[in-house]
Nanobody, 127 residues
Framework: QVQLVESGGGSVQPGGSLTLSCAAS????????IAWFRQVPGKEREGISC????????DYEDSMKGRFAISGDDVYKTAYLQMNDLKLEDTAVYFC????????????????????WGKGALVIVSS
């Protein structure tokens, strides 16, 4: 059974940094994508970044480019999201997701495209 477990959420001041981790277990896919989604209360979940297990191809939602960095370790089935220069509007629950996909154009990825979800990690950016 596939499980995704996020860690590393917490509170930070604007301009600060956090790193989220996602530990995956029960995986047996040759090709997969790990994607981070986030959800603000009252809004839909939005894809913010993704990475492929083959080739480590990454993509970011435009507002994250230059601030967030996604990385992954295919051997240990772990993914990370380094978040820098955090803003108040980055406050959200961040979800680690996975799907049997070969590519990850994050702009076109929707929650329904993802096969597996973690329970989420809360990130609060507050002064």
């Amino acid at each position: 059974q596939v499980q995704l477990v996020e860690s590393g959420g917490g509170s930070v001041q604007p301009g600060g940094s956090l790193t989220l981790s996602c530990a995956a277990s029960g995986f047996s896919l040759d090709f997969y994508v790990i994607a981070w989604f986030r959800q603000v209360p009252g809004k839909e979940r939005e894809g913010i970044s993704c990475i492929t297990n083959r080739g480590g191809i990454t993509d970011y939602e435009d507002s994250m480019k230059g601030r967030f960095a996604i990385s992954g370790d295919d051997v240990y089935k772990t993914a990370y999201l380094q978040m820098n220069d955090l803003k108040l509007e980055d406050t959200a629950v961040y979800f680690c997701t996975a799907a049997n996909l070969r590519g990850c154009p994050i702009e076109t990825m929707r929650p329904r495209d993802m096969d597996y979800w973690g329970k989420g990690a809360l990130v609060i950016v507050s002064s």
